[in-house]
């Protein structure tokens, strides 16, 4: 059997287990601790440096720009820009198709360029779209039977929500006015 000393710990080797804060114990024991900043290389700042320079430009790798296409002239270039502003992209559901970098919706931006190329109106480009994406892909669809429920289903959420919420008020209370009843019973103190 081995005997330790009583202010050391067995299993922490030279660690004192039972030292003060401040005691000459606990000063030897914690310059033992190798200090990560005195150790540091210059080999390690400049690994810092590229590190943070990694970071900076890391969504730099993910953004795509849309690609250059030959217009004719600014106008073109102005209409084209104005059309895609004006359809939505069928994947993003809440982007144009100006802004949106899904394949998509690029491919609709070089088919809606072609057309122009082609010759073929605002119109003819947007009637072409619908046609195989539903009115969905207007960010301002026409107001006809079938994109009611586009047009009117937030007001009739709200107000849906709107009523659910003053029946919940009015059964609270009618509960608190009941439960406030005075009975009397007679017992008084």
Same mark, same amino acid.
């Given at each position: 059997?081995? +005997?330790h000393?009583?202010? +050391? $710990? @067995?299993?922490?080797? &030279?660690? #004192?287990?039972?030292? =003060?804060?401040?005691?000459?114990?606990?000063?030897?024991?914690?310059?033992?601790?190798?200090?990560? %900043?005195?150790?540091?290389?210059?080999?390690?700042?400049?690994?810092?440096?590229?590190?943070? %320079? !990694?970071?900076t430009?890391a969504? %730099?790798?993910?953004?795509?720009?849309? =690609?250059?296409?030959?217009?004719r002239?600014?106008?073109?270039? !102005?209409?084209?820009?104005?059309?895609?502003?004006?359809?939505?992209?069928?994947?993003?559901?809440?982007?144009?198709?100006?802004?949106?970098?899904?394949?998509?919706a690029r *491919?609709?931006?070089?088919?809606?360029? +072609?057309?122009?190329?082609?010759?073929?109106? &605002?119109? =003819?480009?947007?009637?072409?779209?619908?046609?195989?994406? $539903? *009115?969905? %892909?207007l960010?301002d @669809?026409? !107001?006809? #039977?079938?994109?009611? !429920?586009?047009?009117?289903?937030?007001?009739?959420?709200?107000?849906?929500?709107?009523?659910?919420?003053?029946?919940?008020?009015?059964?609270?209370? +009618?509960?608190? $006015?009941?439960? =406030?009843?005075?009975? *009397?019973?007679?017992? *008084?103190?």
């Open positions: 059997m081995t +005997r000393h009583p202010c +050391r $710990s @067995p299993l922490a080797g &030279d660690a #004192p287990a039972f030292a =003060e804060p401040g005691s000459q114990q606990t000063n030897v024991w914690l310059s033992r601790i190798p200090n990560p %900043v005195k150790r540091a290389s210059p080999a390690s700042g400049l690994l810092r440096v590229i590190f943070v %320079v !990694l970071l430009f969504g %730099v790798a993910h953004a795509q720009a849309i =690609e250059p296409m030959p217009f002239d600014h106008a073109q270039e !102005l209409r084209f820009q104005h059309l895609t502003h004006q359809l939505r992209c069928p994947m993003c559901q809440n982007e144009t198709l100006a802004d949106s970098n899904a394949p998509i *491919d609709l931006r070089n088919q809606i360029f +072609r057309m122009m190329q082609q010759g073929k109106s &605002d119109e =003819e480009i947007k009637q072409y779209l619908v046609a195989r994406y $539903s *009115d969905f %892909v960010y @669809p026409p !107001l006809k #039977p079938g994109t009611w !429920l586009l047009w009117f289903g937030p007001l009739l959420v709200l107000c849906g929500g709107t009523g659910v919420v003053l029946a919940a008020i009015r059964r609270r209370n +009618r509960g608190d $006015s009941v439960a =406030e009843a005075p009975t *009397d019973n007679g017992d *008084d103190w």
